[in-house]
């Protein structure tokens, strides 16, 4: 059997994360027994480590990473490190908050016999037309600066081959905010066994987005000189 490591970065999603575990914990079964939900919570001022902390008697599999950064990037960083170090087969990502769909996981799951990296496809989005349009410049971005063409670089929706996401978590240094669209970027640029799959967004599901749109322009313009250095190097 594969191990399968499913990771989430929170930060104050006390009003989600109980749901998130109960709707995501179920994809380990028919893994191996080594299998894990781990979830990077440093940071969150609300209840959500104790929600965790409780929820883990339930949920035996269910482990909190609180030693990384709080921000969202630092923190998929460490969780990907943190399951390539655990031995992990595949690792799957997405967000806390509630948006994707755990029924759409098996299609992913079921696709790893013919790619080593699956990836999502927010063709109709639920969090607004402001955040679709930064991801359609973000594609635009990759296509001008590394030639690649992507439908989506950085949804939250991603199973990987632990060995392919090895090759390339090295190039970002630990606090780096957007390595999943970086990633994106290497996969396809490497040519990798890379295969994009539409799946849902939903609106947030509850509680305050982290990441606003200010935010969101403020990573952009230092991810433009990120970009710069990064194309040097391959």
Sequence with gaps: MNTLYVVMPAYNEEANIAATVKAWYPVLEGKSEDSRLVIADSGSSDNTHQILSDLMTEYPKLEILTDSDRQHGPKLI?????????????????????????????????????????????????????RALVEKVVCLLLRLYFRVKVPDANAPFRLMKASVVEKYLGRLPEDYNIPNIM???????????????????????????????????????KALKDFHRFKKDM
């Excluded at 399951?83 to 079921?110: C, H, L, M, N, V």
């Excluded at 990798?192 to 990573?219: H, M």
Aim: glycine share 8%; hydrophobic share 35%.
């Design 78 to 130: 460490a969780l990907y490190a943190h399951a390539i170090k655990r031995g992990a087969d595949y690792i799957f990502q997405t967000d806390s908050d509630g948006q994707t769909d755990p029924a759409e996981f098996e299609a992913f799951w079921e696709a790893r016999v013919s790619h080593d990296i699956i990836l999502g496809h927010r063709k109709v989005r639920g969090d607004g037309k402001s």
């Design 183 to 221: 990633l994106t970027t290497y996969f396809v640029h490497y040519k990798e066994n890379v295969e994009f799959r539409v799946v849902s967004f939903k609106p947030r599901q509850g509680g305050k987005n982290s990441i606003n749109i200010r935010k969101i322009f403020k990573i952009g313009w």
